[in-house]
């Protein structure tokens, strides 16, 4: 099971997918556009979702994300926080 958390991009206003592997932070966007993140990111350049159309944007990110085949059979949970050992 992998969890993800979803929040704003403070300077697009954009949403932006989270996920922890285990050894990398990533971030997902849209279709074909994911990289690595830093926590200093995460923290500092996103807040969480706070108006209707900011979680509805969200609840379709996350659908699409998890419209796509995972490859490994990964299952996917949404999680408020990420933790890495609690320190997310």
């Known amino acids: 099971m992998m969890a993800y958390t ?4 403070k300077a697009t206003g954009e949403p932006e997918l ?4 285990g050894s990398e932070l ?11 993140a ?5 923290r500092g350049s996103t807040r969480p ?5 900011e979680i509805q944007a969200c609840t379709d990110l996350a659908r699409g994300w998890l419209a796509l085949p ?5 299952k996917w949970v949404q999680v408020s926080r990420l933790a890495r050992g609690g320190a997310l």
């Open 6 to 9: 979803i929040r704003i991009c």
């Open 49 to 53: 979702a706070r108006t209707a159309a």
């Open 18 to 21: 989270f996920f922890y592997d």
């Open 70 to 74: 995972a490859a490994d059979g990964t």
């Open 38 to 42: 830093s926590v200093d990111y995460l």
């Open 26 to 36: 990533t971030v997902y966007s849209h279709v074909g556009q994911h990289a690595a």
